[in-house]
């Protein structure tokens, strides 16, 4: 925690209470039906009040009303920006890593969204992801690298307590699909949560099958 700190994330310090009451709440779940339901609500309530705040109008008041900076230190127009051309192409996207780099984006802005045109990625993984690869290529890696690994949390001896490398792959897990409603993290080749984030899914996937082949 005093590491935490000093780090002065507020994304960092904002999820991990999250995921540390999150992950207590789903580890003594039974199935992973509720457990994947109970995430998948989160994570669309942080998306609605971030991202859905652009959208939704009673959100956008309700946020401007609770938090200090409303913009999200201005990831709000990056978001509009995003959401607009999502709807251009919502189906194929504009391709794994293309759409940063486009003429439209480098050149074609005006003085109204100073930084956007600097901006590499959407500093939002889910809208990122839709954005590149289409609404289509976000919903399976929602089901990929968020919702199997989650299953996967559940497959053991029925009465068997998740031994401490299963709970921390799936903090680590939380952690990872939380924080990126703030920032674009997964299919990063520098990124260290995504990094994190990976090698939770393939721990749990291992840790799951591993007594069938003991």
Do not use: K
Not at 65 to 88: C, K, N, Y
Not at 100 to 110: C, F, H, I, N, S
Not at 132 to 142: A, F, H, R, V, Y
């Amino acid at each position: 925690m005093i590491f935490l700190g000093f780090t002065q994330s507020n994304t960092a310090m904002a999820m991990l209470p999250l995921t540390l009451i999150l992950s207590a709440v789903v580890a003594r779940l039974t199935r992973p039906a509720p457990a994947i339901a109970l995430v998948a609500i989160v994570l669309a309530g942080l998306n609605l009040f971030t991202v859905g705040a652009i959208c939704v109008e009673p959100v956008r008041h309700l946020v401007e009303e609770l938090l200090p900076d409303p913009s999200f230190t201005g990831r709000i127009e990056l978001w509009q920006f995003a959401v607009e051309h999502l709807m251009q192409h919502p189906i194929i996207g504009y391709g794994f890593y293309a759409f940063w780099g486009t003429e439209q984006v480098v050149y074609a802005l005006g003085g109204t969204q100073p930084w956007v045109n600097a901006a590499s990625d959407a500093h939002n993984t889910y809208l990122n992801l839709a954005l590149t690869i289409g609404i289509p290529g976000l919903l399976l890696s929602l089901v990929w690298i968020v919702f199997l690994p989650i299953a996967d949390f559940y497959r053991r001896p029925a009465g068997t307590p998740a031994s401490p490398l299963q709970l921390l792959f799936l903090r680590v897990l939380l952690f990872g699909i939380f924080s990126s409603c703030f920032e674009n993290s997964f299919f990063q080749q520098l990124d260290s949560v995504w990094f994190l984030h990976i090698t939770a899914v393939f721990g749990l996937r291992y840790l799951s099958v591993m007594p069938v082949t003991a």
